[in-house]
């Protein structure tokens, strides 16, 4: 077993620098939710130049793509590398999507080289939009893991962590239809639904007081009217609804629609709330699995920490539901320099983030070996999940 994972991480080191290129390129050519075009043609040649058949678009989404080994059979179990590549709007990848790519691409990638014999199989699963989209909820719904066992990535972070609980999310479309009128001749023929907005937004204010720890609610007002002597009648909003379990996120839901509709009713206005799919599901982590990553890394010299507080949403927590997954964190850089920011981009380029990025992949490869090398460990891992 030593031989075969010093053989899986040599083969890591073999192609660092094709994994190199591919994060450099998808830094500097940053591509949003469901327009990774070219981030996807430049994955999607690196897997067809590295023994898999990839089939792209996949799941109906034009930006997806599925790779399996040419040499594949219809053996079991299958283990999923799940790659991101998309950025945010106006900062790039201050997410590090182009490292996660890298790096499940090169696990994948190594652990075929390395072991052709091996039993069991492997896919790459290119997963667009995790920025807001909701990719991987639209390729679960269109049956791309259907016949998957688990689904296994790594993003990177401030610190080595196993896995991290997430909130699960709504988005909602909040719109307030009132009357028009002159707003110094005429006041009183108006029905302003810039005031119902308004009140919607304070009334969730006040109701942040009185929430769970775990609870989140966010937005912003994204048309409040057209000229200033014109009283509106339309105004709306775009919010974030965040809890850390389904229940409390349903209830909490819930009153922020009370927010909504009895601002509509205080300003003589008509409200709608639109959830705009999909839907996040909070993380529904498996232990099992995220102790074969924590020993790997650990072997690797990674120092691993451990995280209590929820972080954001993403679309992973509603395939977690659906079949084991793990999304261990890899340092890149520390905590002065924020998520979702250029910094953060950049971090993925200097030397702490290559090494990262090789690191990653190592660890995750060996993860993937030690689960297709054991019964044991896979039954372990499925009897987890199921009792949950």
């Known amino acids: 077993m030593q031989r075969r994972k010093k053989t899986v991480m040599a083969e890591v080191d073999a192609i660092a620098g094709e994994l190199d290129q591919i994060s450099r390129r998808l830094y500097e050519n940053p591509e949003t939710a469901y327009q990774e075009h070219q981030s996807c043609h430049l994955l999607c040649e690196f897997l067809e130049n590295h023994g898999f058949r990839v089939q792209s678009p996949a799941g109906r989404l034009e930006t997806a793509f599925f790779a399996v080994p040419e040499n594949a059979g219809a053996?079991?179990?299958?283990?999923?590398?799940?790659?991101e590549y998309d950025a945010l709007e106006k900062i790039g990848h201050g997410c590090g999507h182009n490292m996660i790519a890298a790096i499940s691409l090169g696990a994948a990638t190594a652990l075929l080289r390395a072991l052709p014999e091996l039993s069991g199989s492997i896919r790459v699963i290119g997963t667009p939009a995790e920025e807001g989209g909701g990719g991987k909820a639209k390729l679960a719904d269109a049956g791309i893991f259907e016949r998957i066992d688990i689904a296994v990535m790594t993003h990177p972070g401030h610190e080595n962590l196993v896995g991290e609980d997430t909130l699960g999310r709504i988005k909602a479309k909040t719109e307030f239809f009132g009357r028009s009128a002159h707003a110094a001749a005429a006041p009183e023929m108006g029905r302003n639904a810039l005031d119902a907005m308004v009140g919607a937004y304070n009334n969730i204010s006040a109701l942040r007081q009185q929430t769970t720890e775990d609870s989140r609610v966010h937005g912003i007002i994204t048309h409040g009217g057209d000229a200033p002597n014109v009283i509106p009648d339309y105004a709306s909003?775009?919010?974030?609804?965040?809890?850390?379990?389904?229940?409390?996120?349903?209830?909490?839901?819930?009153?922020?629609?009370?927010?909504?509709n009895g601002a509509a009713l205080a300003a003589g206005c008509r409200c709608e709330v639109n959830v705009e799919p999909p839907?996040?599901?909070?993380?529904?982590?498996?232990?099992?699995?995220?102790?074969l990553w924590a020993e790997e890394a650990a072997l690797l010299g990674l120092e691993i920490t451990s995280k209590d507080k929820p972080s954001g949403s993403t679309d992973l927590g509603n395939l977690s539901w659906m079949i084991p997954v793990i999304q261990p964190f890899i340092a890149i850089c520390d905590k002065s320099v924020a998520l979702h920011s250029t910094g953060f981009a950049d971090a993925t380029r200097t030397d702490r983030g290559r090494k990262a990025m090789l690191d990653g992949a190592k660890a995750l490869a060996l993860c993937a070996l030690d689960y297709l090398s054991s019964p044991e460990i896979r039954k372990a891992v499925q009897e987890e999940f199921e009792t949950a």
């Open 75 to 83: 053996t079991s179990p299958v283990i999923a590398f799940l790659a």
């Open 237 to 260: 909003g775009l919010f974030y609804v965040r809890a850390g379990t389904k229940d409390v996120l349903d209830g909490l839901f819930r009153r922020f629609q009370d927010c909504c």
């Open 279 to 291: 839907s996040l599901d909070p993380m529904k982590r498996n232990r099992t699995l995220e102790s």
